[in-house]
Each structure stands twice: as structure tokens, then as C-alpha cells.
């Protein structure tokens, strides 16, 4: 069951009309389901049954409390890729130790901080990496626990900004040069291996890539085995689809049947431990942006429909080109179709949540972006010098604030003007 729909012509958030939600928080402003939320996350526990296997839920892709408390609850671990994502990890009960740590520049203080609380390990992406996380390591008496983030060669068949597994991209350790650095993982003293990583892209739609990557760490690994360096589990990354649009992207069970599958046969794969870093697949379709629209402007060339939510707000549109539906809340009123340009108040020809889009509304009426739940409110920013939006978590006929719009005076909170300038005039 799909947790937001229309009954009666109005668009419900789980049993929540998405219209009260508007009138009770305002607008632009972020709406989660939290039964979405969890069905997604079970989908993968279950899909991987009793082989041993850990749920690292990406943090970047959905950051609020409110969803890492939950998933928390349910057993999940987490993959952060700063000292942000760790605190708030903490901040939100989650288990240190079902954290990995993933990313290609972690700093010296962040890496003190994930040894301090006890990561479960530190995805490692390059050779100086290594001698970094041993040293601070041995300055703090610890022995820290990496797995290497293999960048295996294959195409995800994605957008080129989100393909991550491919030679010319920055991430992980050539595939060729792996066994060489696992070879000075264990030769430096304060490191312990118990690793083998690769996240290879977002958004995939097809199993096959996951499959040939796959295919690629198995051989490592049987290299790695010859050597003498056992490792207790393998991370797949994250990177599963979702449907924006009319994409067919494997379920997490048809992933999980496929991979098990090729695993099965090699030997000694029943004690590896899987470990999977779902971010999209767990929160996009799980939360959706509302936005009024404040003004028609018809057009020669084209219709724009103006929102009160810009590329500030949420930044898929113009970042990737991405098709996002967009949905009028209420359908009940009569109103004429035309097709418009959904555009925000930024100023920026760029600015826009979607075009093209036939549309039965008028000035005043909600519109609900969705599959908005990751890559939304995380990568919003104050250009513009407009506040962040609000978070809303629905939960059954329940809304909860989980984050308030930010307040205009925190838009310059730390800024200072120059001790000359502070009143009066020169
Ligand atoms: C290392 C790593 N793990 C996990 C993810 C989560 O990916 P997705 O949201 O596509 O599942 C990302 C983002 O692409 C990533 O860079
Ligand atoms: N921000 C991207 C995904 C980035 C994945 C991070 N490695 C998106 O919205 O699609």
C-alpha cells in the first residue's frame, strides 16, 4: 500500500489530509510517512532472511531525528560520511556500533571522533587514508577497524554525477591496486581489517551492474584469501532505484534473491556478513514536498505556475535534471487543465520543481512533489537568503513537527558587521 494517496479527491499523507498539514505548518514544508519508512526498511531485513547481514542506512539521504530514531529502533546501522552525520546518528539513539564510516576525506578529528565512540569500521577510499586513520589510531592508544572502498570499474548506468564506481570517478581504491593496500592495511599496526566495501552509484535500475560488481570483489576477495587476509563482511553499498517516473527498478527482494544467489556459490559465503547502505530506496518515496502555488502567469511560449518552494528548497530538478510528479492536493474543485512550468521565487532561470505538466489548479491551491523524502531537505540551502522548510513526520491520523521552519534571524546567526560599522555613521 502506497502511504500517500488520494481518497475522495484529496491527497492523504498516511491518514492525514496533506491540506492540514499546509494549514498547520505552512508552506514550502517536507512531509514523511513514518509507516513508509519502516515498510522500506523491512523490506530489505526481510529480503535478506536469516543470512547474516546489517542495514547501514546512508544518512545523507534523509538526516532528520525523527527518521533516524525510527530506523534506529528497528535495528538499523548507518552509514555516515561526516562527523555531522555521526553526532547526529548519536543524537538519535543510534548504535555506534552498526555505524560504518564512509567518504574520501575524513579528517583527522573526525576520524578521533568515530574511534572515541566505536565504529563498527571505516570505509577506507585511498592508501594515504590508511596511514591517516593509523596514526590518530595509535595517538589515541586504539586499534581501528577498516574495510577498503573498492572502486571496481563498472558502469551503473546512471546520471554521470551520481555514478560513483567508475575509474574516472574520485571514490575508492582501483580494483588493481586493492590487494597491495590491503597488504599495508594489515602491515600497519594500529589497523585491523574486517572489510571489503564498493558503492558503485545511485539510482540503479538494473541488477547487472550490482551483479558485475559483485562478480569483481569476489575475485579480490579470493586473492585476499590466498594472502592470508580473511575479512568478516562484504558491503554492497547503496544505490537501488526507486520509481520517479516509469522506472522498474529491482524491489529489494529480487536485489537481495540475486545477489545471494551468485554469493551462494562461493565457498564460505554462509559466514560473510552482507552489509547493504540503502539511502533512496528507504526514504524517497517515503516523503513528499508542499508547496502552494502563489501565482498563474500565462505565457506566449509557455505557462509558469509559481510556487512558494524554489531550487533552494528542493534541488533535484535543476541539479540532474529529475522528474519529480507533481501533484495537485485537492483535485475536488473544478478547475481548467493547461500545461505549466512549475517554477519557485528563486532567481534563477533554473529554478523549477518541473515542466511541462498538465495541471488542473489555480493561485492558492497545494501541490505535493513527490518521491521527495531523500536528496530533499538535505541538500536545501538559504540561497536567497530563504529559510530552510519545515519537517513533518505523519504517522497514522498524527502529524509531528519534526524539525520547525527556520526563523529568519538564524539566517545571519554568526555573522557579525564590521566593529566600524556596528550604528551610527562614520
Ligand atoms: C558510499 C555511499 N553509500 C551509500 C549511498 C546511498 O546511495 P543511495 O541513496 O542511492 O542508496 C551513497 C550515495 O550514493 C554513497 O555514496
Ligand atoms: N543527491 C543525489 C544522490 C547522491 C548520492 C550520494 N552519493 C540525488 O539526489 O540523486
Known sequence: MDHFEYRDGVLYGEDVPLSRVAEQFGTPCYVYSRATLARHFRAYTEALGSHPHLICYAVKANTNLAVLGLLARMGSGFDI???GELER????????????????AKQEAEMARALEVGIKCFNVESRPELERLDAVAG??????????RVNPDVDAGTHPYISTGLKDNKFGIPVDEALAAYELATELPHLKVVGLDCHIGSQLTEISPFLDALDRLLVLLERLRECGIE???????????????NEHPPSPFDYATALLERLSKWPGS????????PGRSIAANAGVLLTRVEFLKPGETRNFAIVDAGM????????YQAWQAILPVDTRKPRDTATYDVVGPVCETGDFLGKDRALAIAADDLLAVRSAGAYGFVMASN????????????????????????????LWAGEALLPEDEGGSR
Open 231 to 245: 575479512v568478516e563482511h562484504l558491503d554492497l553499498g547503496g544505490g537501488l532505484g526507486v520509481p520517479y517516473r
Open 312 to 319: 533552494n528548497d528542493l534541488i533535484r530538478p535543476s541539479l
Open 383 to 410: 540561497y536567497n537568503s530563504r529559510p530552510r522548510p519545515a519537517e513533518v513526520m505523519v504517522d497514522g491520523d498524527r502529524a509531528h513537527l519534526v524539525r520547525r521552519r527556520e526563523r529568519l534571524e538564524e
Open 139 to 148: 595517538r589515541l592508544g586504539k586499534v581501528a577497524p577498516v574495510s577498503l
Open 89 to 104: 546518528v548519536l543524537a538519535a539513539g543510534g548504535d555506534p556500533a552498526r555505524v560504518v564510516f564512509s567518504g574520501v
Open 270 to 277: 554462509e559466514r560473510l556478513t552482507l552489509l547493504f547502505e
Open 81 to 83: 560520511v561526516s562527523v
